[in-house]
């Protein structure tokens, strides 16, 4: 079981980048999947999430408005499209997935989910 995180970078205030977590090994259709990001000095953070069975989705106060998650079951990816960076949005991005999480509120919880991928480095600048 692999989850492979990607399509960080740096990017200027005001852009947009589009993450990708793309599985081997499980299908995503069937697994809640996270984003989650850990700033240096911070703890892990909630970012969004999607659901398994009725792609029910949630976002963290900051992410509301500017981030969008979707779940592309085709090709057993999960993106998280992030409009209007900020500088504070800076961080190495993880994806997770979990098959047993069920509600809205245990998706934003980082001990929730089972398979983690290596997380993407982004970067926004001022």
């Known amino acids: 079981v692999q989850l492979q995180a990607s399509g960080g970078g740096l990017v200027q205030a005001g852009g947009s980048l589009r993450l990708s977590c793309t599985a081997s090994?499980?299908?995503?259709?069937?697994?809640?999947v996270g984003w989650f990001r850990q700033a240096p000095g911070k703890e892990r953070a909630f970012v969004a999430a999607v659901g398994s069975k009725r792609g029910t989705k949630n976002y963290t106060d900051s992410a509301k408005g500017r981030f969008t998650i979707s779940k592309d079951t085709a090709q057993n990816t999960v993106y998280l499209q992030m409009n209007s960076l900020k500088p504070e949005d800076t961080s190495i991005y993880y994806c997770?997935?979990?098959?047993?999480?069920?509600?809205?509120?245990?998706?934003?919880?980082?001990?929730?989910?089972?398979?983690w991928g290596q997380g993407t480095l982004v970067t926004v600048s001022s």
């Open positions: 090994g499980l299908t995503l259709a069937n697994y809640a």
């Open positions: 997770a997935a979990d098959p047993w999480i069920t509600t809205a509120q245990a998706m934003g919880v980082r001990d929730q989910y089972s398979y």
